[in-house]
Structure formats: C-alpha cells, structure tokens
C-alpha cells in the first residue's frame, strides 16, 4: 500500500507519494543518558538567560519610553466616541436625517387625488379639509376621490379653479380629523437649500424624493389648462425628482414647511420622466388665488400695455420696446427705451418676469415700477388694467 506525505508548506519540500526509511546509528545505553542530562542542563541555563533578558528590557522600556507610552494611549482614547442616549444634540442640525423627519412631519397633510382620467396629488390647506392643487390634475371634473395619508378615502368637491395660473381647491365632504400643511412664503427660500417633494407619482402615494431650491422667481413659460393660451408663471425650480402624478403635491423646506406645490417638469422631449429639472407654484401664489377663488374674486389677470424684450447688454431689466396707446404704461407716461428694473421694489431680471409679476396681479391695483431712463434712475406708479378691455 502507498501512503501520501504531506510536508509543511514553510519549508518548501516536494511532494511525494512513496514511503521512505531512514536508517539512524544505533546509541548506547550511556550515551543517552549522558544526553539526557545534558539536555536537562542546557535547558535550565537557558530558562535563566531568558528571565534576565526580560528583565533588562523591562528595565529600560520603562525608564525610557514610559513618556511615548503614556501619549499614545491619551492618543487613542481620544479618538473613541462613547455613544450615549443623553448626549446633546446641536439645534441647527434637528436631526441626524432631516428629510425623514421632513416625511414624517408633512406626510400627513398631502393626499392622492384619483380622477376618471388618472392621478395627482393635493395638500391640506385649513383644518376644514380643503385641498389645493393643480387646475389641469382635477380638469373638467366636479368630483373626485381622495385618499389620505392614513389609507382613508373620501370624496372631494371641486369648488374652484384658476387654469391661467394652473391652480385649484377641493373640499373634502366627510366628517374627519385634518392635519393642515404649514407653509412657509417665497422670501424664506435660499437657493441650494434642502427640498423635499412630496406626492403620488404613477400612482405611488406618500412617495418621497429630495434635492436642493435650484432657483427662484424662474420665469417659465406654460398654457393655460383650459383654452391653451400661453401665459409664464414664476415658479421655484427643484432638482427633487418630480414625475407624473406628483403634480399637486408639496416641495417643502428643511422646517417642515411647504413652500411650493409641484407642478411642472422640463423634459427633452424624448424622456418623458424627471430630467432633474422640475417646477413648483411658490406659496405667495397660492395663498393669493385661493383667496381669489374663495371669496368669489376675480380672477381676470392685470394688464400693463408695453411689449419688450431683455436687454442684449448692460444692466438686467425689462426694455421696452413699444407702448400700447391708451393703455395704463401710456398713462403713467411708460417711454419706449425705459429699462423697468424693479416691480414695488422687488428687481425683476427680464421681460418674462415682468409680465409674471403684471399677471399675477388683479386689475385696478396700483404698483410702483422701477426704471432706467437715460442712465437715471426714477419711478412711476401704473393703475394696472384688464387685458380684456384691450383685445
């Protein structure tokens, strides 16, 4: 029989698999014993020599290096952290994740919103029940279904729109305990600051995305939901990832505060999905045609009478480029040239701006205009009018 030997792999010896014999010179009785005690001799001198050796290190590790010693361990005690339940937490963080306690806390007040032809959001507006959102998710629709936060569904009244603006009410009809929404107005927000999109994309209710304000007062040009008339809003635009169905929902901000409704993604055209660029009505307009629609206001846009363009070079603004006979910029004594810098104080950066600004305000209010004229600057105020009375 063959038997296979296996040597230590340290000592690199090749492998074999026959059996060997060694042969070793047969030794006296004497001489093993004389080995015997040999051996016991060598082994006490050496347990000897190696306790003095020990003691000699010893001896000189602690006379000389007891300094370094003592440092190192202060080193590595410092860099360990006790975790402790008591320990206290700084203020202007809030939290160790800011956009789950931003879920928690808003979650509550947004709600799915089911119409014949598909799905949208809403948010919580008055303990009451009532419900914002976007004109074009509940378009052409008296009533519709809402689920809330909690899985429950409810019916809703559609009580009013504003297709210019893109924005809507609905009142819930059932009897229920309502956690509103706080909001927060547009002069809070900071560009690159945390938001937070709250909504039911394709459906998905209470999803949750975030990303950073990416700009403010963003001019965008878009239709009004009704009759395709082309208008522009300014709107606050948000890289949180915003698809179909969050329209509605909220974009909130590192309080727990809404500070928009989501409403609108930019697209190549190819991709119908979130390129990172999205678009939410700021809280200012909201709060302004929810009055409008809940006292029974009109909701008629202003009318100034100019037609401008941005200028090529040289200071932001407005020109102008032609002045509307009759009109009320023909009435204050607009000028073509004149550069309009600011609107009641607020710079505006162009053309699409302006006009925002202009149709988001009703007929009849006064504002303050700001413009540049022959390199001075004065103002002028402009009893705005309505552009019906101009077609």
């Known amino acids: 029989m063959r038997e296979n030997h296996y040597w230590p792999s340290d000592q690199g010896a090749p492998y ?107 948010i919580i507006y008055d303990n009451n029940g009532s419900v914002v959102t976007n004109a074009h998710v509940v378009l052409g629709a008296d009533t519709v279904e809402i689920q809330l936060a909690d899985g429950t569904r409810a019916t809703g009244k559609v009580l009013g729109s504003d297709p210019a603006v893109d924005i809507a009410i609905v009142q819930i009809q059932e009897n229920l305990n309502f956690r509103k929404a706080t909001f927060a ?86 991709v119908e999905g979130n390129l990172g660029v999205g678009f939410a009505i700021p809280t200012d307009t909201i709060f302004l045609v929810t009055e409008r629609l809940a006292n029974g206001l009109s909701l008629e846009n202003g009318f100034l009478g100019i037609s401008g363009q941005d200028p090529t070079l040289g200071r932001a603004g407005a020109l102008v480029i032609e002045v509307v006979p009759n009109s009320p910029a023909d009435q204050s004594g607009l000028q073509q040239g004149d550069l309009i810098i600011n609107v009641d104080g607020s710079s505006i950066l162009g053309m699409s701006e302006l006009a925002a600004r202009i149709r988001l305000t009703s007929p009849g209010t006064e504002i303050s205009l700001g413009l540049l004229r022959n390199g001075e600057e004065i103002s002028i105020a402009v009893v705005l009018g309505s552009l019906g009375n101009f077609q």
């Open 16 to 122: 074999s698999n026959s059996a060997r014999q060694r042969v070793y010179p047969r030794r006296s009785g004497r001489d093993r014993i004389q080995s015997r005690q040999s051996r016991k001799y060598l082994l006490v001198l050496g347990s000897l020599l190696v306790l003095v050796t020990g003691m000699l290190i010893g001896l000189i590790i602690n006379s000389g290096d007891s300094n370094q010693a003592s440092d190192t361990s202060a080193d590595i005690a410092s860099q360990l952290t006790i975790s402790s339940e008591n320990v206290e937490r700084s203020s202007s963080t809030g939290s160790d994740e800011p956009v789950a306690s931003v879920a928690e806390t808003v979650a509550p007040s947004v709600v799915r919103i089911d119409t014949a032809t598909g799905t949208g959001s809403g």
């Open 185 to 270: 107005t547009l002069d809070t927000i900071r560009v690159g600051q945390l938001a937070v999109a709250i909504g039911s994309p394709f459906g998905l209710e209470q999803s949750v995305t975030a990303g950073i304000v990416s700009a403010v007062n963003r001019a965008v040009p878009t239709l009004n939901v009704e009759n395709g008339s082309r208008t522009v809003l300014e709107m606050i635009q948000t890289d949180a990832p915003i698809n179909p169905g969050n329209s509605g929902g909220a974009l909130v901000d590192r309080q727990g505060r809404v500070v928009g409704m989501n409403t609108l993604i930019r697209t190549d055209g190819n």
